[in-house]
């Protein structure tokens, strides 16, 4: 393990790679990740029909039920989720645990 | 660095025997004492070490998963007596002998032990998954992983 490897302090999320498969929602034993999508259509020059793509609306971590165990990371199949070294994120009430897309991708760029 | 432990099996009236025995060889303190429920078969399991050497032993003993008990170590390993507490309470297995078996998180009275494979999770059942939307339309799972139809039948 080099130093630069980031501890399980904070998971990060890149909204642009999350496709909501929703794999990292059911694998989750806190059950704790929840994620709304939306479906929309995009038509591509040429193509006979346009495509279907799920667009990411919502997208949380609990950390107050989170256990840090890494499944979702690990299980992410577009590496969408990663962990940072960051933990600078207590809070003082329940709700305060709860991060969503924009909370979460703010740590992306903050590790390796 | 990863260092096996062989299991070494024992039966109900040795584990007392058993446990001296391994704390006579230099393995004399619980490092963790717990159980294991297989669903076939329930197990205790006791993890000793020697301080000195960083050498161990691990024990264990199938008991009777319907009426599970054995005797406590705690009178020669006063450190197994957190461990008892919690897996009398998460298991439902009985420490003969011990003085008290007070519990550590469960409310008083309340026995479901809920490491038991049997035991139904009923917050499981009751939670929303976030997992039940699906994204494909297709495909939609009925149940949550770990909840099992028997525990939501009368629902
Ligand atoms: S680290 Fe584990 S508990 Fe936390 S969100 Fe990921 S899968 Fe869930
Ligand atoms: S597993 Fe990855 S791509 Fe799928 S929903 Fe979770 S973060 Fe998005």
């Known amino acids: 393990m080099s130093d630069s490897t980031p501890q399980r302090n904070v998971i990060a999320l890149l909204p642009e790679a999350c496709t909501s498969c929703m794999v990292c929602v059911r694998e989750c034993p806190s059950w704790c990740i929840s994620l709304e999508s939306h479906v929309e259509a995009v038509s591509e020059e040429g193509a006979r029909r346009p495509r279907t793509v799920n667009v990411l609306d919502e997208f949380t971590i609990d950390y107050g039920l989170c256990m840090y165990c890494g499944i979702c990371i690990e299980t992410c199949p577009f590496d969408a989720l990663a962990w940072r070294d960051s933990f ?4 003082g009430d329940r709700q305060g645990l709860r991060q969503d897309a924009v ?10 | 660095m990863t260092q096996t432990t062989a299991i070494i099996d024992i039966a109900a009236d040795e584990w007392v025997a058993a446990c001296t025995a391994s704390a006579a060889r230099g393995c004399d303190v619980v490092d963790w004492l717990t159980a294991v429920d297989t669903l076939e078969s329930l197990f205790v399991v006791v993890h000793v070490v020697d301080p000195g050497s960083s050498r161990s032993e691990m024990l264990r003993c199938e008991l009777d998963s319907e009426r599970p008990e054995i005797e406590s170590i705690t009178s020669w390993f006063p450190g197994a007596d957190w461990h008892e507490r919690e897996t009398h309470e998460m298991f439902g297995i009985e420490f ?42 297709r495909r939609r799972q009925k149940l949550p992983p770990g909840v099992r139809a028997e525990w939501t039948r009368d629902e």
């Open chain 1, 88 to 91: 600078d994120y207590s809070s």
């Open chain 1, 103 to 112: 909370d979460l991708s703010r740590w992306w760029p903050t590790g390796s």
């Open chain 2, 96 to 137: 003969l002998g011990r003085s008290q078996t007070n519990a550590l998180l469960m409310r008083a009275g309340d026995a479901s032990s809920p490491m038991r494979k049997t035991a139904a999770l009923d917050a499981r059942v009751r939670t929303p998954w976030p997992g039940q939307e699906s994204t494909t339309g």
